[in-house]
């Protein structure tokens, strides 16, 4: 039995009370004031009670438990730090207008009475709101006040104190590609990298997919994990934060990163958008990819070997160590040969990056 349901039968029970008891009254006072009368006493109590049982059923859960998840939604939504903020600034708001309240209420009447109950209501929201507007400065001075040990000492447990005061949120899509292994150890990730429950799932329902090529991706990302987890120089934690109210994946994990203000890594590119167009920060695997590839001007010579032939008549296909693909004109003839060529264009594009090249004929035109 769902809660909703349980608050509908309770509302029902409480609100047909409240109507019979409401028609047993409107019927003793009805009565006596007319002398041929359409309903008796227990007609008005049936009819209210059952009017009530019935708004009590319809209306209890917007009385009930549609604020309090509205509530829920709304609370999941803001940072610890926002919390925190504003907690305090109602309490510093209080307890101006406690002070102020005695002086106040000295006034003549009615402002002795009403001014009082008005300072509660504008210092608490005041103080509430320059609080959250300045959250970053007080957390500054949080952190003056009161520094975090391994911050005290330098040199001993900098490098992990460090880590830690970054969180990364970890998508489904960047643990199955696998080099986020080989990217961390590099020490190029500073901070820590948590995986929320819900990727977690995702992963494992991958891993369990009936599409064999589906199940060895899923288990390559469980591998994945495990390598990242047995890391010492690399924090990983899994959270069990989830947000209510939202069913797919990345809209949860857009949703969390709002919240922490933590960056996403990931390589999907419909996620990128996405993210992007909500304020999120994005870590994209395959533009790191592209920004580490070597770095071509069109005049230099580049020793490729063309391995296949092009979409156009004459090109030869060749890849440099990196991966980057080489477009070579008038490359056909040298096919499965190591040659020179002549950088002419370089283009970059979603999918990475491509260079047009053409043979250095200087070397080549004997061959003609």
Do not use: H
């Amino acid at each position: 039995m769902s809660s909703d349901f349980l608050i509908r039968l309770i509302g029902m029970i409480v609100f047909s009370i409240f109507g019979i008891y409401w028609g047993s009254s409107l019927g003793k006072l009805a009565i006596p004031g007319y002398g041929n009368q359409t309903l008796n006493i227990e007609q008005y109590t049936f009819t209210f009670g059952l009017v009530g049982a019935l708004a009590g059923l319809v209306l209890t859960p917007y009385l009930t438990t549609r604020p309090i998840r509205a509530m829920k939604s709304m609370l999941a939504r803001l940072s610890a730090q926002q919390l925190f903020a504003g907690l305090a600034g109602l309490v510093s708001g209080l307890i101006i207008a406690a002070l102020l309240s005695f002086p106040l209420s000295m006034l003549p009447k009615p402002l002795g009475e009403i001014l009082p109950f008005i300072g509660v209501l504008v210092f608490g929201y005041l103080c509430v709101s320059i609080f959250v507007m300045r959250q970053n400065d007080l957390y500054a001075v949080m952190q003056g006040v009161f520094p975090r040990s391994g911050l005290d000492r330098p040199g001993e447990n900098s490098g992990a104190g460090w880590a830690e005061s970054r969180t990364i949120l970890l998508d489904t899509s960047v643990i199955i590609d696998g080099r986020i292994a080989d990217i961390a150890r590099t020490g190029f990730l500073p901070g820590s990298l948590l995986i929320p429950r819900f990727v977690l799932n995702e992963l494992q329902y991958i891993a369990d997919s009936a599409d064999s090529m589906r199940r060895q991706r899923g288990r390559r990302g469980m591998e994945v994990l495990a390598q990242l987890q047995k890391e010492p120089s690399i924090p990983v934690r899994i959270t069990d934060i989830d947000v209510e109210g939202i069913r797919e994946v990345d809209d949860k994990l857009i949703t969390l990163a709002r919240q922490l203000r933590s960056p996403i890594l990931t390589n999907d590119y419909n996620l990128n958008r996405v993210a992007e167009l909500q304020g999120v920060t994005i870590l994209n695997v395959n533009e790191l990819a592209n920004a580490v590839k070597s770095v071509l001007l069109p005049g230099e010579i580049l020793n490729t070997r063309v391995i296949q032939e092009g979409k156009e008549p004459g090109q030869g296909v060749g890849y440099m160590d990196d991966g980057t693909m080489v477009v070579i004109e008038n490359g056909q003839r040298y096919l499965n040969q190591q040659i020179n060529v002549i950088v002419t264009k370089v283009l970059q594009t979603a999918a990475g990056r491509m260079i047009f090249a053409r043979p250095e004929e200087r070397l080549y035109s004997g061959q003609e």
